[in-house]
Structure formats: structure tokens, C-alpha cells
């Protein structure tokens, strides 16, 4: 075999493995350990619902009555906002919809912003959402039943997307990437969370800096201190989805800039701490699917090489079924049938990944942020 073939079949080889081999690799896995114990529902620690709004009036009222009407007692609950230089008139309504604390704050990105409403905040438990994202009425009971567990320092709960008849494929995806953290979290911990539903113990909270984010930094981080984060998939909460797959691209595009930080620059590649099974899973799961375009290109231009050379017609099946997917790919912008619009997500998503990698490159990235088009 040539060093040519050598390099293609690689980086197939990594490809599937980190789509398809590593998700059925854990699932197994997680099948044969133990069962987790069933959760203390009935503590219920005073804690603080802090939820960053930027421009957010539309939907700000909604979200604070959404967690006025938790199952959780009332004065045990304090619900913060954090308006991030709102320029419309995000405070006055959260205030007239009755959260506990309102910071009117200058535009300084929303980690910094969460940063603040912690410092205001006086719950032992921090449990954080998205102006957008609407709970269920137990979600806070069962995200909070994690914490009996002292070894569980985060836990993230369920989203599900809503108004899913447009061309983005999102929601396929998070009920892939949710099986995914089901089986992390039953095995050791998960490797992300999500923005939508989560907590974190007032001790454990860290001030990342304004180009980090909490839900891909907090999981690894707590690991290397010595702690959980699990995922709790009975706890929910429902947002809209982004109608359409040039919106999602560019949310993603811009939340990879986030990522790609974190990843390079927040010390994720750093095995310190993680211990063998974490770090294949932060191996398999973050950074091989990070590196999916180049492998992506590896491949696709390693297999023209080998069919010029007059391979076998192995490789130019393979060249073809390369081509398939990106033709697929053009072709789901005006026809819609969901394996073509399948294949156009996949693509652009990686399209996203090596976007966002560009625009770090060139110059980092930037703590702005802006609600998604569709999404309020």
C-alpha cells in the first residue's frame, strides 16, 4: 500500500469512527455499567435561575413567568436577569414580569454578563437558561435531584427544538449528540452541555473570561478538578429551532469561534486530569469531530490522487460516493427529501467547523452575540 492510500484510508478511518464507531463504542459501553441510583427529589437548595437576555423583549416576560411557575418553592427561588445592553426594553419588562433582580448592564457579551448575575445571585445552586428557552414545570426538581450525588458539580438537561418544518435538520442532530451525552454521562462524564437547561454548584462556578463558554468549558473542566457533569434527560426545556439551514449555518459559524477558543486556547487538549476512559471521550467525541472537515479534504483529495494514479475501482467508488454526498448536498437546497436534506446539513455543518476555524484564525474571536433570526 502507498503512503497515498496510507493517508486516505486514515483518514476514513477516523471519520467513521468519530460519526459512527465512537457513538456505538459508548452506547455498548455505558450498557454494561451500572445502573445510577435513583435521585434525592426531594432536596430543594435556594437557588438562582440567571438567564442573559440581549434584546429580549419579546420573549423576556414569558421567560421569567416560565420560571415563576417552576415546581420548586418560591422563596427558595430567585430568578436574575442579566440584560446585556439591551437597547429595547428587555429590563422594564423583565421587571414588571416579576424577576427578582434585573441588572441593566453595558454590552459586554454574554459570559461576562452571567458572570455578573452570579455575583448579584445568592442561591447555592446557579441554574442558568436562555431568554428563548421554556421549562417544564418539573425540569428544575429533576436537574437539581443530580446534586445529591456530592460527586456532581454540573448538570445539563434536555432541549427540544420546536417548529422544525423548514430545511434544518437540527433537531435530528441534538436527538444524535443527546444519546451521545446519555451514554458519557452514564460511563464517566459528559464532554458538553448545553445553554438551554443547566446548573452548576455556586462553589464550582468559574469565571472563564469573555471568549470562553460554559457549555463545552464547564464539563471538561469540572473533570479535571476532580468532579462530575451529567447529563438529565427528564429534565427539559423547549425552544424554537432555526427555520432555516443558512441560519443555523451562521449561528454555528459564529458559535464555532467559541469552540475552536476553548479548544486551542481553554486548555481542552490538555489530558491533565481527565484520566484514561475522559480522555477518549474528549479525543473522540470533540477533538476528532473538530478535525472532520480536514479529514474530510484529506480524504476527497487523497482519492482524486489515487484515481488519477489508475487505482483500483474500489477508490473510484469511493471518489463517487464523496461526490454523491457533496451533489446531494447542492441538490437538498430545492428539493425536500430528508436524506438529501440530511446530507446538505452534514455538509454545511462542516462548512460551519472550517468557517469558524478561518474567522478564529484571522482574528479571534469577539464576545459580541446576537439572538438567532426565527428563534423568538
Avoid at 467513521?16 to 445502573?35: E, F, H, T
Avoid at 451529567?230 to 429551532?241: D, L, N, S, T
Wanted: hydrophobic share 50%.
Amino acid at each position: 500500500m502507498t503512503a497515498l492510500a496510507v493517508v486516505f484510508w486514515v483518514s476514513v478511518a477516523l471519520l467513521v469512527y468519530a460519526q459512527v464507531g465512537y457513538p456505538l463504542l459508548l452506547i455498548a459501553a455505558s450498557r454494561l455499567a451500572p445502573a445510577p441510583g435513583a435521585p434525592d427529589a426531594a432536596a430543594t437548595p435556594r437557588t438562582s435561575l440567571i438567564v442573559a437576555a440581549h434584546d429580549e423583549a419579546g420573549v423576556i416576560a414569558a421567560k421569567v413567568a416560565n420560571a415563576r411557575a417552576l415546581d420548586w418553592p418560591r422563596e427558595l427561588l430567585e430568578v436574575v436577569v442579566c440584560s446585556d445592553g439591551s437597547a429595547d426594553d428587555t429590563v422594564a419588562r423583565a421587571r414588571s414580569a416579576g424577576a427578582d433582580i434585573v441588572l441593566d448592564l453595558p454590552r459586554m457579551g454574554k459570559i461576562a454578563a452571567q458572570d455578573r448575575g452570579v455575583a448579584a445571585s445568592h442561591g447555592e445552586l446557579l441554574a442558568f437558561s436562555d431568554a428563548n428557552a421554556l421549562w417544564e414545570p418539573d425540569a428544575l426538581a429533576r436537574l437539581a435531584a443530580a446534586f445529591a450525588d456530592p460527586r456532581v458539580h454540573y448538570a445539563c438537561g434536555q432541549v427540544r427544538f420546536e417548529g422544525s418544518g423548514g430545511d434544518n435538520q437540527e433537531g435530528l442532530y441534538w436527538r444524535y449528540e443527546m444519546a451521545i451525552q446519555e451514554a458519557e454521562s452514564r460511563l464517566r462524564s459528559i464532554t458538553s452541555g448545553n445553554g438551554a437547561i443547566y446548573a452548576v454548584r455556586r462553589e464550582s462556578y468559574m469565571v472563564l473570561g469573555e471568549l470562553m463558554d460554559h457549555d463545552l468549558s464547564f464539563p471538561f473542566s469540572m473533570v479535571k478538578r476532580g468532579r462530575r457533569a451529567v447529563y438529565v434527560p427528564a429534565a427539559r426545556a423547549r425552544e424554537k429551532m432555526v427555520p432555516t439551514l443558512s441560519g443555523e449555518l451562521e449561528r454555528k459559524r459564529r458559535m464555532m469561534g467559541y469552540i475552536w477558543a476553548i479548544t486551542l486556547e481553554g486548555g481542552m487538549l490538555s489530558p491533565r486530569g481527565y484520566g484514561p476512559l475522559y480522555g477518549w471521550m474528549i479525543l473522540s467525541h470533540r477533538v476528532l469531530r473538530y478535525a472532520a472537515p480536514a479529514l474530510h479534504l484529506i480524504a476527497l483529495a487523497t482519492s482524486i490522487a489515487l484515481v488519477a494514479l489508475g487505482r483500483s475501482p474500489l477508490y473510484i467508488a469511493l471518489l463517487a460516493a464523496q461526490l454523491a454526498l457533496v451533489a446531494g448536498a447542492l441538490a437538498g437546497a430545492r428539493l425536500r427529501v430528508r436524506a438529501l436534506l440530511v446530507a446538505r446539513y452534514y455538509v454545511l455543518m462542516q462548512t460551519a467547523m472550517a468557517g469558524g476555524l478561518w474567522d478564529y484564525a484571522r482574528h479571534g474571536k469577539e464576545p459580541g452575540w446576537e439572538s438567532p433570526e426565527g428563534t423568538r
